[in-house]
C-alpha cells in the first residue's frame, strides 16, 4: 500500500508554510522581473561581454 506522507517530512506544518512564504516573497524580488534580478542579470550579461572582449582581443593598451 502507497501512501502520501508529505506532511510526515515537516514536524511542524506551520514553520513550513512560514518558510514556503518568504521563499516565495524572495523569488518574487529577486526574480528577473523585480529591480534587483533585472540589474543582476543586465550586470552578468555586461560582465560575460567583457570577459569575452579580453579573451579574443586581448587586454586594452
Same mark, same amino acid.
Given at each position: ?5 508529505? %506532511?510526515? /517530512? ?7 508554510? %512560514?518558510?514556503? /512564504? $518568504?521563499? $516565495? %516573497? ?6 528577473? *522581473?523585480?529591480?534587483? *534580478?533585472? /540589474? ?12 569575452? $572582449?579580453?579573451?579574443?582581443? *586581448?587586454?586594452? *593598451?
Amino acid at each position: 500500500m502507497i501512501t502520501d506522507n508529505t %506532511q510526515a /517530512a515537516s514536524p511542524h506544518p506551520a514553520e513550513t508554510s %512560514q518558510h514556503d /512564504a $518568504r521563499a $516565495r %516573497q524572495a523569488m518574487n524580488w529577486y526574480g528577473f *522581473g523585480s529591480p534587483v *534580478g533585472l /540589474a543582476l542579470l543586465i550586470l552578468s550579461i555586461s560582465l560575460s561581454a567583457v570577459c569575452l $572582449r579580453i579573451a579574443f582581443f *586581448g587586454l586594452p *593598451g
